[in-house]
């Protein structure tokens, strides 16, 4: 197999028909529009996934699952999460940045 092919059956026309539907009721324009949210390589993305893959991918969009995959967090970038507003806001404000609330 050579390297970025498929391994296995393509998807059925009825499948991508399918797929494509729940993607544009996701909010998406096309697979292309897709992309990047749903994490889709360069060949998923011209529309060509296998019947394994759209089966996966047309069963997450109708268990109501997350379109985006999960964004992995940094150790830093869990840390500003957890850090209380009022800190968060001093410290910006002690770095030059003008902080104003919501």
């Given at each position: 197999?050579?390297?970025?092919?498929?391994s296995?059956p393509?998807?059925?026309?009825?499948?991508?028909?399918?797929?494509?539907?729940l993607?544009?009721e996701?909010?998406?324009?096309?697979?292309?529009?897709?992309?990047?949210?749903?994490?889709?390589?360069?060949?998923?993305?011209?529309g060509?996934?296998?019947?394994?893959e759209?089966?996966?991918?047309?069963?997450?969009l109708?268990?109501?699952?997350?379109?985006?995959?999960a964004?992995?967090?940094?150790?830093?970038?869990?840390a500003?999460?957890q850090?209380?507003t009022?800190?968060l806001?001093?410290?910006?404000q002690r770095?030059g940045?003008?902080?104003a609330?919501?």
């Open positions: 197999m050579a390297f970025g092919q498929p296995g393509s998807a059925t026309a009825r499948q991508l028909q399918e797929l494509l539907e993607l544009r996701a909010g998406h324009a096309d697979f292309r529009d897709a992309r990047g949210p749903m994490g889709f390589t360069q060949r998923q993305a011209a060509k996934f296998t019947r394994d759209a089966a996966a991918l047309i069963e997450r109708q268990d109501g699952s997350p379109a985006e995959p964004v992995r967090l940094s150790a830093a970038e869990r500003v999460q850090l209380p009022d800190v806001a001093a410290e910006l770095r940045w003008i902080v609330e919501p």
